[in-house]
């Protein structure tokens, strides 16, 4: 051994260094740090080698998705290769990073390729001398050429067949440690990534709400001064009008009232996920019967027959499961076939690590095209002369922003135009 | 109710603190159909209502400052309706004084803040001209004096 840290301890044979010295290989390449798992590689397979000097050239990607190559060194200090270009692509190490054979020369300096390239025809002046040399590629399962480790000795023939398929072995173990270490940095950006894109969603959000909420408020100050202004002229000339300026002001006040009724809708929309603190786990039943007791008056007006199956516990907040509840109801309730009492069944299933709610009811249906449509805020497939059934489509907007608050879904389940439809919503089953 | 000051002697003071020109018109309205149109001193952004504030506070007259009728809107120009009613109830004057805040403002937000800075009353502003003529019913109750 050549190198003052490699010297065998007294007390040790040459095998047991080397058996030693090859656990700290393996060791060393489960790093997943790049950098220090290519510095410990070139320094502990220079060492198994017996080589003067080793180093060990790579390509790392920068951010930008370019290749650039480093290298390592051992045995030799850093300066003494200080100054000299990168490895350039002369025929001596071509092959290598080419990613050919294992070059092992008993004397670099006869080899025909040696030598044959401008500027220095050899070794540059002042570089380390080299006689015996070995070189192996380093390739990544991707048949990628990653680098590759050279070592070199002043003497010559030092290095034999045996060093020689080490040296392979050592190749391709670098080359799957580099893999790892890359496939782990990778998966550290795209962590990054994705976390940057979460707050960016949380933001986008944040801001979304934020401009609702103001825009709503915002919006309520001139709208309330068109709404009053038109009354105040009503109460002042209305019964000197003939009917049809009389209409235009009225038309003025429905619009007035429209707006704001969107207006109150926009700010419920945006509170309905406004809700601080963990969910706590409550009755189901328990909310639909509250909320069947709401919607009272309109049950018994519409001679509405409401039945429930066996309902579970979950964990969300109660306003947030009454307000869906109500949502669907209602509209099982307002969408009703004329002539025929509205039938709501509800029920609930568990599925995987769901509880999957049902509210079907008999009711005029939904063309299957329009199934995630009516998620939209403000989209309605009922025109607002439509009075019978009038409205602002919000309610099913509001239902999906609670469900997906609790990482839930909400969808059509099925729905056939003139026979009823039936809605799910899926919450996570928070018990183990 | 007060026996030492039964018959109120001049008009009640109304310090009307509001910006927006309807709002003014339909107030004024409600106030001169409550009989309280006699005084009635107008600001339109919250400078001027401190202004106001500080003259009236600062006029020997009878009734006396702590019973001037303040309507406060709460989204004005320069300085909040929140600062001008800390301010109000800060003062020796003011500490008592019927307040009657008026807002379209519906947050929990502005609610809560309202009842810290202890408004006497509170009103939505509604987009109905009928609803809005109820404001009279919501001032009536705070008013000092006999008229209780």
């Given at each position: 051994?050549?190198?003052?840290?490699?010297a065998?301890?007294?007390d040790?044979?040459?095998?047991?260094?080397?058996?030693?010295?090859?656990?700290?290989?393996?060791?060393?390449?489960?790093?997943?740090?790049?950098?220090?798992?290519?510095?410990?590689?070139?320094?502990?397979?220079?060492r198994?080698?017996?080589?003067?000097?080793?180093?060990?050239?790579?390509?790392?990607?920068?951010?930008?998705?370019?290749?650039?190559?480093?290298?390592?060194?051992?045995?030799?200090?850093?300066?003494?290769?200080?100054?000299?270009?990168?490895?350039r692509?002369?025929?001596?190490f071509?092959s290598?990073?080419r990613?050919?054979?294992?070059?092992r020369?008993?004397?670099?300096?006869?080899d025909p390729?040696?030598?044959?390239?401008?500027?220095?025809?050899?070794m540059?002046?002042?570089?380390?001398?080299?006689?015996?040399?070995?070189a192996?590629?380093v390739?990544?399962?991707?048949?990628?050429v990653l680098?590759?480790?050279?070592?070199?000795?002043?003497?010559?023939?030092?290095?034999?067949?045996?060093?020689?398929?080490l040296?392979?072995?050592?190749?391709?173990?670098?080359?799957?440690?580099?893999?790892?270490?890359?496939l782990?940095?990778?998966?550290?950006?795209?962590?990054?990534?994705?976390?940057?894109?979460?707050?960016?969603?949380?933001?986008?959000?944040?801001?979304?709400?934020t401009?609702a909420?103001?825009?709503?408020?915002?919006?309520?100050?001139?709208?309330?001064?068109?709404?009053?202004?038109?009354?105040?002229?009503?109460?002042a000339?209305?019964?000197?009008?003939?009917?049809?300026p009389?209409?235009f002001?009225?038309?003025?006040?429905?619009?007035?009232?429209?707006?704001?009724?969107?207006?109150?809708?926009?700010?419920?929309?945006t509170?309905?996920?406004?809700?601080?603190?963990?969910?706590?786990?409550?009755?189901?039943r328990q909310?639909?019967d509250?909320?069947?007791?709401?919607?009272a008056?309109?049950?018994?007006?519409?001679?509405?027959?409401?039945?429930?199956?066996?309902?579970?516990?979950?964990?969300?907040?109660?306003?947030h499961?009454?307000?869906?509840?109500?949502?669907?109801?209602?509209?099982?309730?307002?969408?009703?076939?004329?002539g025929?009492?509205?039938?709501?069944?509800?029920?609930?299933?568990r599925?995987?690590?769901?509880?999957?709610?049902?509210?079907a009811?008999?009711g005029?249906?939904?063309?299957?095209?329009?199934?995630?449509?009516?998620?939209?805020?403000?989209?309605?497939?009922h025109?607002?002369?439509?009075?019978?059934?009038?409205?602002?489509?919000?309610?099913?907007?509001?239902?999906?922003?609670?469900?997906?608050?609790?990482?839930?879904?909400?969808?059509l389940?099925?729905?056939?135009?003139?026979?009823?439809?039936?809605?799910?919503?899926?919450?996570p089953?928070?018990?183990? | 109710?007060?026996?030492?000051?039964?018959?109120?002697?001049?008009?009640?003071?109304?310090?009307l603190?509001?910006?927006?020109p309807?709002?003014?018109?339909?107030?004024?309205?409600?106030?001169?159909n409550?009989?309280?149109?006699?005084?009635?001193?107008?600001?339109?952004?919250?400078e001027?209502?401190?202004?106001?504030?500080?003259?009236?506070?600062?006029?020997?007259?009878?009734?006396?400052?702590?019973?001037?009728?303040?309507?406060?809107?709460?989204?004005?120009?320069?300085?909040?309706?929140?600062?001008?009613?800390?301010?109000?109830?800060?003062?020796?004057?003011?500490?008592?004084?019927?307040?009657?805040?008026?807002?379209?403002?519906?947050s929990?937000?502005?609610?809560a803040a309202?009842?810290?800075?202890?408004?006497?009353?509170?009103?939505?502003?509604?987009?109905?001209?009928?609803?809005?003529?109820?404001?009279?019913?919501?001032?009536?109750?705070?008013?000092?004096?006999p008229e209780?």
């Open positions: 051994m050549v190198l003052e840290q490699s065998p301890k007294p040790l044979g040459g095998h047991e260094v080397e058996a030693e010295q090859t656990a700290q290989l393996w060791n060393d390449l489960q790093d997943l740090d790049l950098t220090r798992l290519v510095q410990s590689v070139t320094d502990t397979s220079t198994l080698v017996g080589a003067q000097f080793g180093s060990f050239f790579y390509n790392v990607l920068n951010e930008r998705g370019e290749s650039y190559m480093l290298y390592t060194l051992s045995g030799a200090p850093a300066e003494a290769f200080a100054g000299y270009p990168m490895p692509n002369t025929e001596l071509a290598t990073f990613g050919e054979e294992v070059v020369s008993g004397d670099i300096s006869k390729r040696y030598g044959t390239n401008a500027p220095y025809h050899g540059p002046a002042g570089h380390l001398a080299v006689r015996s040399y070995l192996a590629p390739i990544s399962r991707s048949g990628e680098g590759g480790l050279f070592f070199g000795h002043a003497e010559p023939e030092r290095f034999t067949a045996s060093q020689e398929s040296v392979r072995s050592l190749a391709s173990q670098a080359a799957i440690a580099i893999d790892n270490a890359r782990f940095e990778q998966s550290r950006w795209i962590q990054e990534e994705l976390k940057r894109s979460n707050e960016d969603l949380r933001r986008a959000n944040r801001d979304m709400e401009f909420y103001s825009a709503s408020h915002d919006l309520q100050e001139p709208l309330r001064n068109v709404a009053i202004n038109a009354q105040l002229l009503e109460r000339i209305g019964h000197t009008l003939e009917d049809e009389l209409r002001l009225q038309s003025i006040l429905q619009g007035a009232n429209r707006m704001e009724a969107l207006v109150k809708d926009l700010l419920t929309y509170h309905a996920i406004k809700h601080a603190g963990s969910p706590p786990i409550i009755s189901a909310v639909l509250d909320v069947l007791q709401t919607l008056g309109r049950i018994e007006e519409t001679s509405t027959i409401v039945t429930a199956g066996h309902l579970p516990e979950v964990s969300i907040h109660k306003v499961l009454a307000q869906l509840f109500q949502n669907l109801i209602g509209n099982a309730i307002k969408y009703h076939r004329s025929q009492a509205p039938r709501i069944i509800i029920s609930a299933l599925r995987d690590v769901w509880w999957v709610f049902n509210v009811d008999n005029i249906g939904i063309d299957l095209a329009y199934a995630e449509q009516i998620f939209d805020l403000f989209k309605r497939l025109s607002h002369s439509h009075s019978e059934f009038a409205g602002n489509g919000v309610g099913l907007a509001i239902c999906r922003r609670i469900v997906e608050q609790y990482n839930g879904r909400i969808w389940e099925k729905s056939t135009p003139g026979d009823g439809s039936t809605f799910c919503f899926a919450l089953d928070q018990k183990p | 109710m007060n026996p030492e000051n039964p018959v109120r002697a001049a008009p009640l003071t109304v310090l603190i509001e910006d927006n309807t709002d003014i018109l339909v107030i004024t309205r409600i106030l001169n409550c009989g309280l149109g006699g005084d009635i001193r107008l600001a339109i952004d919250g001027a209502a401190l202004d106001l504030w500080k003259e009236i506070e600062a006029e020997e007259s009878h009734p006396p400052a702590r019973d001037c009728l303040i309507v406060l809107d709460l989204n004005l120009p320069k300085i909040s309706g929140h600062e001008i009613l800390a301010c109000i109830r800060s003062s020796p004057a003011g500490a008592a004084a019927p307040v009657v805040v008026v807002t379209s403002s519906s929990d937000h502005d609610l309202i009842q810290a800075l202890k408004a006497s009353a509170y009103f939505r502003k509604p987009t109905d001209l009928n609803a809005f003529l109820e404001l009279g019913n919501t001032i009536a109750p705070v008013l000092p004096g209780k």
